[in-house]
């Protein structure tokens, strides 16, 4: 069975600095791998999907990775910022039916 | 606007009481699911669909079971609730394994 680990749970960082969260997979026959962000009490937004078949997906100030071999995927944010504090959940898709693994979770606090 | 929609969004019951949470989804998307979160276990997922008349099960159905007879709408029902099921419940959809999944707003089920 798939497991999705993602450390550390919690990170504090100062605005503007640049940072990465990490992903770990078991299993390496993935179909997609989508990082999504939930605020509290809120629902989960999609940031990025990057296909099997693909390398990295950017979009802003993000910026999304996926090395199958190594089981592991990393979301760069570039210049935090305060409206960057969430929790950011990555999450595998085995089959292409969206029937998803999901991490436990990081949960970013950019301080101003 | 897009959206998928969750009703209700907060419920309190009591133990065996039959009770249906309804998602609706307006982009006309083939694949839908439902997921449950829980502190330190993350999400994860109870059903999922491919079209209509299509469900299969994921990570933790048994307690729960779903319908899909219209594209749009997804019902979750727990037949005979327990308190091992009060959680957080998210339903999404996709327009299909490729795409990227649009979650609703959650909805918080407490069973007594």
């Known amino acids: 069975k798939q497991e999705v680990t993602q450390i550390p749970a919690a990170l504090s960082v100062p605005e503007g600095e640049n940072l990465v969260l990490n992903c770990s997979f078991t299993d390496s026959a993935i179909y997609n791998l989508q990082w999504f962000r939930q605020d509290p009490g809120k629902g989960l937004t999609s940031l990025l999907l990057i296909q099997s078949s693909q390398r990295e997906q950017t979009s802003g100030r993000l910026n999304a990775s996926l090395d199958k071999s190594s089981g592991r995927s990393t979301l760069y944010i570039a210049a935090s910022q305060p409206g960057d504090s969430a929790t950011y959940l990555c999450a595998l898709d085995q089959t292409g039916a969206n029937n998803l693994f999901f991490g436990t979770g990081t949960r970013l606090t950019v301080i101003p | 606007e897009a959206q998928v929609t969750q009703n209700p969004r907060y419920l309190i019951t009591v133990t065996g009481k039959k009770l249906t949470v309804t998602c609706s989804q307006n982009m006309n998307h083939e694949y839908m699911s439902w997921y449950r979160q829980d502190p330190g276990l993350g999400l994860r997922q109870i059903y999922y669909s491919m079209n209509v008349e299509v469900t299969d099960k994921g990570d933790v159905p048994e307690g729960y079971k779903v319908s899909r007879k219209e594209k749009r709408n997804f019902p979750l029902i727990l037949e005979s609730p327990s308190p091992n099921q009060t959680s957080l419940y998210f339903c999404?959809?996709?327009?299909?394994?490729?795409?990227?999944?649009?979650f609703g707003p959650g909805t918080r089920l407490t069973v007594l």
């Open positions: 999404a959809s996709s327009l299909s394994g490729h795409n990227e999944q649009f």
